[in-house]
Each structure stands twice: as structure tokens, then as C-alpha cells.
T-cell receptor, first 112, second 109 residues
């Protein structure tokens, strides 16, 4: 049971570099989410996709872009990384809007 | 805008005690409320999901309640054990999932 898989697990970037965080789920879920978790701030929603073909901004979308590539995959892109984007990033999915959400194991990103 | 608050931020209790973690939310128009556990450096594990039409859910030593009218949910842990030490997060759900900042629980052996 793979569930929600995030790659990579760890990444170090230099300021100004770009990268894409990958997320894939094998549960045929409609909705997918990207969060960042910072000490003292809890989990904050970056972007979400209620269904394939749609994406919407969350609480902290600035500096990020997303792509819902297909029903399985939802990627998060940092075009020009900044030290303020140092965080742990979590991807989640759920079958529908009113059902249980499942989380990946996270990507720990450091921007130097 | 939905806001979710968890009190207390941290809690230490002796092993064997029963305890209650609190969660409040500002917008009662939620589909459901979900409780998670997070161990240090790990991802989130779902504990209980309460639909908006339900009042409570139970799993083993855990019982979660939901009162939409007052905007409150509680997580009751019976007969606490050192293995229960973790951060507990609640999340209110409309078309987004909004988290509280969590309660860091430490069970003293």
C-alpha cells in the first residue's frame, strides 16, 4: 500500500534555484493538497486541487506554482527559491471533499 | 475565513491518566473534523474523522466529539501511555483542510 508518495524526501537548494516537488497517490482520490509546516506555525495550505483539472490558492501561495498533471499526480514548483521557503512540505489526498485525508511522509527542504 | 485553535499548546501528564485535548473552529459550516497524530520528524497519521452530522467517534482508547453549534471538538484519551506522546492536530474541513497548531503531549512514565 503506497498511499501518498512524495519525492524527494530531502533537498538542499541555493537561493534562486528552482525545483519541483512531486506527489503521487494510488488511491484514485479526487482531491489533493500541498502544505508547508514550520515551527510555531502549524500546517498551512499552499494550494489545493479539488478535482483533476482544477487548482486553487490556499493560505500561503506566493512563490509557488502547482500542476495537477493527472488524477494521480500533483506537483509543487518553486521558481526561484528563497530562504523563507525552508520548510517541511506535505502532500495530502482525499476521495472527496468531505472524506478522510491521507498524508505523505513529507519533503524537508532547506534553502541556503 | 476558517480558523482552528488548539489549547493547550503543550501538556504533560503522568502515565495512566485520562486527558482531553481541545480544538475550536470559527466557521461551523464544515463537512467534517479530523484528528491526526504526528511523531517528531514524521508525517501525519489519521486518528479519527467526525462527519458534520455526527456527534462523536471512537477508536480504542480514543474518543472524539464534535459540537458544531459551539465550534468545538475534543479528543479524549483514556488510560494514557508513554507511547501516546506526540503532537496531536485537529483539522476542520470545507473545500480546504485548515489545521490548528497542535497540542504537544508528553506522557510521563
Amino acid at each position: 500500500n503506497a498511499g501518498v508518495t512524495q519525492t524527494p524526501k530531502f533537498q538542499v537548494l541555493k537561493t534562486g534555484q528552482s525545483m519541483t516537488l512531486q506527489c503521487a497517490q494510488d488511491m484514485n482520490h479526487n482531491s489533493m493538497y500541498w502544505y508547508r509546516q514550520d515551527p510555531g506555525m502549524g500546517l498551512r495550505l499552499i494550494y489545493y486541487s479539488a478535482s483533476e483539472g482544477t487548482t486553487d490558492k490556499g493560505e500561503v501561495p506566493n512563490g509557488y506554482n502547482v500542476s495537477r498533471l493527472n488524477k494521480r499526480e500533483f506537483s509543487l514548483r518553486l521558481e526561484s527559491a528563497a530562504p523563507s521557503q525552508t520548510s517541511v512540505y506535505f502532500c495530502a489526498s482525499s476521495p472527496q471533499l468531505n472524506t478522510e485525508a491521507f498524508f505523505g511522509q513529507g519533503t524537508r527542504l532547506t534553502v541556503v | 475565513k476558517q480558523e482552528v485553535t488548539q489549547i493547550p499548546a503543550a501538556l504533560s501528564v503522568p502515565e495512566g491518566e485520562n486527558l482531553v485535548l481541545n480544538c475550536s473552529f470559527t466557521d461551523s459550516a464544515i463537512y467534517n473534523l479530523q484528528w491526526f497524530r504526528q511523531d517528531p520528524g514524521k508525517g501525519l497519521t489519521s486518528l479519527l474523522l467526525i462527519q458534520s452530522s455526527q456527534r462523536e467517534q471512537t477508536s480504542g482508547r480514543l474518543n472524539a466529539s464534535l459540537d458544531k453549534s459551539s465550534g468545538r471538538s475534543t479528543l479524549y484519551i483514556a488510560a494514557s501511555q508513554p507511547g501516546d506522546s506526540a503532537t496531536y492536530l485537529c483539522a476542520g474541513r470545507d473545500d480546504k483542510i485548515i489545521f490548528g497548531k497542535g497540542t504537544r503531549l508528553h506522557i510521563l512514565p
